[in-house]
């Protein structure tokens, strides 16, 4: 019974001592001498994006979002916003039903904005292939 008694004890001196210590600090993560840094990529400033964007995920080589907006509006919006940046659209904007894209370039860089809507969720996914 005492045996019992002592290690009950042990145990409640135990869950005191965890209780009243200060959290571990995190151990900072060596960095390598030498590697470089990946910089982290950067949107074009003459890239619009609808001021409702989310789901962003740059690259070096795309954007891609979702954006609550419809096809109509989301067309609309690039029809408008890339020329007052700059860009010339290259010729119609190709859709079939709630798929499409649109062409646009400047300075020799052609940009290619492809887009997808989902009737359930009510959201367009938007990917912009860049050069």
């Known amino acids: 019974m005492r045996f019992y008694l002592f290690g009950g004890l042990l145990i409640g001196l135990s869950l005191v001592v965890l209780a009243c210590a200060p959290p571990p600090s995190?151990?900072?993560?060596?960095?390598?001498?030498?590697?470089?840094?990946?910089?982290?990529?950067?949107?074009?400033?003459?890239?619009?994006?609808?001021?409702?964007?989310f789901?962003?995920?740059?690259?070096?080589?795309?954007?891609?979002?979702?954006?609550?907006?419809?096809?109509?509006?989301?067309?609309?919006?690039?029809s408008t916003q890339m020329p007052q940046q700059g860009w010339q659209v290259l010729g119609a904007p190709t859709q079939y039903g709630q798929v499409g894209n649109l062409l646009f370039q400047k300075d020799g860089t052609v940009v290619n904005i492809q887009y997808q809507h989902n009737?359930?969720?009510q959201i367009t996914s938007v990917q912009i292939t860049l050069p």
């Open 55 to 78: 789901n962003l995920d740059v690259t070096t080589a795309r954007i891609a979002f979702d954006t609550k907006m419809s096809v109509q509006e989301l067309v609309e919006f690039y």
């Open 26 to 53: 995190p151990t900072p993560t060596p960095t390598s001498p030498g590697v470089p840094l990946r910089p982290t990529p950067t949107i074009r400033p003459d890239l619009p994006l609808p001021p409702d964007a």
């Open 119 to 121: 009737d359930l969720t």
